[in-house]
């Protein structure tokens, strides 16, 4: 039985720059937006809903048997828009937990869903996510492959430090993939949606560090694979390729 306290909340819109219309992509016989709202499902965390502001994607969410929500046009991030839909899904304020699950993230796993809700059980985090060690080259020097700089809690648990697009920690030594899925306490939401964007923000194009600028506390877990992102026609095709033969 899912956990009511909890929110999975999955933004989608249309209007993407390299992939223009990518939620209702086709990927072994489903729009995109479908595998991600399936996998939410099949998590069982807690109770899932598609937040949207195009027409196409609520219908084709709701003939699939799903939840959509539709929300403003013009909001600014996929927080701005879960914000909205968890106002509207749950006005009396029962939902404790918003989980942002993005909906281009067709091949993530059940799994790397349930582990972003752990370093909540301790009261003092803000805001849960997720990484996962760096073992190429090519990922350490990717400006595209966010890194999480973070220190050890023990276990596969880490407190955020900073986030970046630069290849970091310097010298030996591990270095993380952050996985851009958030579980956030209602309040946490509540108050990063009301600050304004922060400077290092602004010069990382990293939406994560307002809140850490504001004081705010981000834990996240290690695990072992990175969901691949739909953000061009190549990743589609790598996402075809990879659910074809699931």
């Not at 029962?94 to 281009?104: C, T």
């Not at 850490?212 to 990175?226: H, K, N, Q, Y």
């Amino acid at each position: 039985m899912t956990d009511p306290r909890i929110l999975v909340l999955i933004p989608a819109r249309m209007a993407a720059t390299r992939l223009p219309g990518k939620p209702l992509k086709d990927i072994a016989g489903l729009p995109m937006i479908v595998h991600v709202l399936r996998r939410a499902e099949e998590a069982a965390i807690g109770r899932v809903a598609v937040a949207t502001d195009t027409p196409e994607i609520a219908d084709v969410v709701t003939a699939h048997g799903g939840v959509a929500v539709m929300t403003r046009p013009e909001h600014p991030s996929g927080s701005d828009r879960i914000h909205e839909a968890m106002q509207k899904l749950d006005p009396e304020g029962k939902a404790e937990i918003v989980v942002n699950l993005q909906g281009d993230f067709p091949t993530i796993s059940i799994k790397n869903i349930r582990d972003v809700l752990p370093p909540l059980a301790d009261p003092a985090v803000d805001i849960a996510t997720l990484a996962s060690q760096i073992h190429t080259e090519e990922e350490n020097l990717a400006p595209s492959v966010v890194k999480a700089v973070g220190t050890s809690l023990g276990g596969r648990r880490m407190r955020a430090l900073y986030f970046t697009r630069a290849t970091a920690p310097t010298g030996d030594g591990p270095r993380y993939h952050h996985i851009g899925l958030y579980a956030y306490r209602r309040a946490a939401l509540e108050r990063f949606v009301s600050l304004p964007p922060s400077p290092l923000e602004l010069q990382e194009k990293l939406e994560q560090l307002r809140a850490l600028e504001a004081g705010m506390r981000i834990d996240f877990t290690i695990v072992d694979t990175v969901p691949r992102g739909v953000d061009t026609a190549a990743d589609l095709e790598t996402a075809r390729s990879i659910l074809s033969k699931s």
